[in-house]
């Protein structure tokens, strides 16, 4: 039997690799294989930190006779769904069709055009609880595929008709949001006893805290800076200071212990706007220490399961002092360096390195973006996942474009230097030509985004199965665990449009967030990105270049717009790279802008302060 699994970029499906199991990495091949056979498809997703994958891997796809009877009547594929992340949403959507308790690791049977017909999570060798042995769902799918199949091609069609529909803009017409009901909302949700949103399990929504801590409004304020407070003290945030990816319970306690690079990332930047120095630079220290790699990237993840006297167990490393950690194996890493979620976390360290003065944080941000400017963007695409110098051919998704070129910009401010916001430039301008409405003459700069279409398409396409299949989804408008795509994408475009005064990117940020409001005013948890766009959309816009050091300390600490510090040599190479922002303002002196009227530039702390 082939190993196919062996040299894979993915750590999960490596460690799949020694399975009885005939597995597939995700492709065409496996499906045509089915086809060829006429077999059904077996598709199994999961990723490295996840405890639930850890078990079915030992208990099920190590069995001899699961596998044994998997291989003859099955094609088997085996997905890490942080590197196909596209494959996973679209699964994920589909199996709802099924059960509404859905997680990892997600098992779905597929027929080889693609067609799903039946799913669910973990399933035991024999029966446990509510959960029914595996050789009987595999006997019942057989006895359906073999006797009912026509049956099942009509639900599968059904589903891909129902995907469809669900993937239809919220609301046609875009409309403001009232920002008032919103937090009315957030408010009647909130757990007055124990802090955040809800009841169990409890995940931190750092997406919207995000909005809620960065929005000029003392409400929204109070309220982010609770949540935040309750989680600093809880069981949910590690002694090393990193967070883990959630609580099972009410009160914060039982966490779900792996740890996440996105989740800490997002929470890095919201305790930093927060003025949360102290919980703060515990983050920092746990991404630097922990997560980052020599050559400057971020391992996507520490796993929930490690090695403890011997015995192998959840979270229970977590449970040890820092003294008896020492004597311990710490739980392993999932090294896959994700680009989106290193733009996260360049973004992230850029905030906290330039709002506390840490160089030496602003130093890390800059050799992950290094890295992946180096590694990560090819001339003929971005690549989405690598590990060890290895690239995934998974392609990138939105959120790898609008994540990566945020977490540039913020770092091209940080440092005052234009080689960062140059790529990201280029990133949203690729992005916005390869959507419907972009246009493909408009060279670097980005062409005006009309009515129809999403501002924001990926230049290489989604994945290439799914489209072959007619399954692939449009571009969610929700978040997960970090921002969808669009709100991501549109984050960076405003950006952009504060630096260069371009128009267009204003527009297809405004397009990526328009027609959420009902839904966003009704259920803010899941938009919590596109609420924090919206909310820099209908601020009014202020911009602060100060070139010098002489007046820095005061910019760097300033809440009210994008600032900027920049030597004289920095800002003509800004203003050479077509920044429009820095166009005229080389000398040493602070420039105040409002929506875009410029007061007069001035020289002394004084006068400086008495502007702001």
Known sequence: MPNRLADAASPYLRSHAENP????????????????????????????SCHWCHVMARESFSDPTIAALLNESFVCIKVDREEHAEVDATYLAAAESFTPDLGWPL?????????????????????????????????????????????????GRAIVEALAQAALPVEPVAAAVDFGLVLDALERREDTTFGGFGGAPKFPTASLLRMLVERADARANALGGRVLDAMAGSALRDLDGGFFRYATRRD??????????????????????????????????????????????????????????????????????????????????????????????????????TLLERPDWIAAARRAADFLIARHLLPDRL??????????????????????????????????????????????????????????????????????????????????????????????????????????????????????????YRQAAEAAVAGVSAAATAQPAPYGSALGVLSALTAPVRQLVVVGEALGQIARRWRGGLSTVVTERQALAFAAAGFELYEGRTRPAAYLCTDFVCRLPVTTAAELVALL
Request: with cysteine; charged share 20%; aromatic share 8%.
């Open 21 to 48: 199991v005939d597995w597939w990495p995700w492709g065409p091949q496996p499906f045509a294989e089915a086809a060829r056979r006429d077999v059904p498809v077996f598709v199994s997703i999961g990723y490295s």
């Open 252 to 353: 914060w306690s039982e966490p779900h212990y792996e740890r996440m690079l996105y989740d800490n990332a997002q929470l890095l930047a919201c305790y930093a706007l927060a003025d949360r120095a102290e919980v703060a630079e515990g983050i920092a220290d746990f991404l630097v220490s922990t997560l980052q790699h020599p050559d400057g990237g971020f391992a996507s993840a520490q796993d929930s399961e490690s090695t403890v006297d011997g015995r192998r167990v959840e979270g229970e490393f977590y449970l040890l002092d820092a003294e008896a950690r020492t004597a311990q194996q710490p739980p392993a890493l999932d090294n896959k360096i994700l680009t989106g979620w290193n733009g996260l976390a360049i973004e992230g360290l850029s905030i906290v390195g």
């Open 107 to 155: 098992n779905v049977f597929v027929t080889p055009q693609g067609r799903m017909f039946h799913a669910g999570t973990y399933w035991p060798p024999t029966p446990v609880g509510s959960h029914p042995a595996f050789t009987a769902v595999l006997g019942a799918v057989l006895e359906a595929w073999n006797e009912r199949r026509p049956d099942l091609e009509r639900s």
């Open 383 to 504: 690549v989405r996942s690598s590990i060890d110098g290895m690239l995934s051919d998974a392609p990138a998704t939105l959120e790898d474009y609008g994540m990566l070129s945020l977490g540039l910009l913020h770092l091209a401010t940080a440092t005052g230097e234009a080689r960062y916001a140059v790529p990201a430039r280029a990133l949203i301008d690729e992005s916005m030509r390869a959507a419907p409405a972009g246009d493909a003459a408009a060279g670097t700069t980005a062409a005006a985004v009309g009515s129809a279409g999403e501002p924001f398409g990926l230049p290489g396409g989604g994945d290439p199965v799914l489209a072959g299949q007619g399954i692939a989804m449009a571009a969610a408008r929700s978040d997960g665990g970090y921002p969808a795509g669009l709100s991501a994408a549109a984050a960076a475009a405003f950006r952009l449009y504060l630096l260069t005064g371009h128009a267009p």
